[in-house]
């Protein structure tokens, strides 16, 4: 059964740093870019960073720009999001998707993660 799953969510004062993970079963990452999406309730899924398959290239959305960065461990299977400089503003659910005919970004999201919760408050 092919999976994603994200950790790493939780509770940081503004200021902090969380890192989250994506980690896929069943299959290998290797070959499909990956992205991070965010939600907060009443408003659309927003695509804040993608990943090539190869990490050659990585895109931020403007709102996360300098804060956040993507990278991937293929031989763990992972994609990472590190988040510094955090501030309510980016309180929400953070997911992980791809397209499985993607390698490029950006791309149409087919497969998603369950998601992690994000919180930014003091």
């Known amino acids: 059964q092919l999976q994603l799953v994200e950790s790493g969510g939780g509770s940081v004062q503004p200021g902090g740093s969380l890192r989250l993970s994506c980690t896929a079963s069943?299959?290998?990452?290797?070959?499909?870019?990956i992205g991070w999406f965010r939600q907060t309730p009443g408003k659309e899924r927003q695509g804040i960073s993608c990943?090539?398959?190869?990490?050659?290239?990585?895109t931020y959305h403007e709102s996360v720009e300098g804060r956040f960065t993507i990278s991937r461990d293929n031989a763990q299977n992972t994609v990472y999001l590190q988040m510094n400089h955090l501030g309510p503003q980016d309180t929400a659910v953070y997911y992980c998707?791809?397209?499985?005919?993607?390698?490029?970004?950006?791309?149409?999201?087919?497969?998603w993660g369950q998601g992690t919760q994000v919180t930014v408050s003091s």
């Open positions: 998707a791809l397209d499985l005919g993607s390698s490029i970004c950006p791309f149409e999201p087919e497969r």
């Open positions: 990943i090539s398959s190869s990490g050659g290239t990585t």
């Open positions: 069943g299959f290998s990452l290797d070959y499909y870019a």
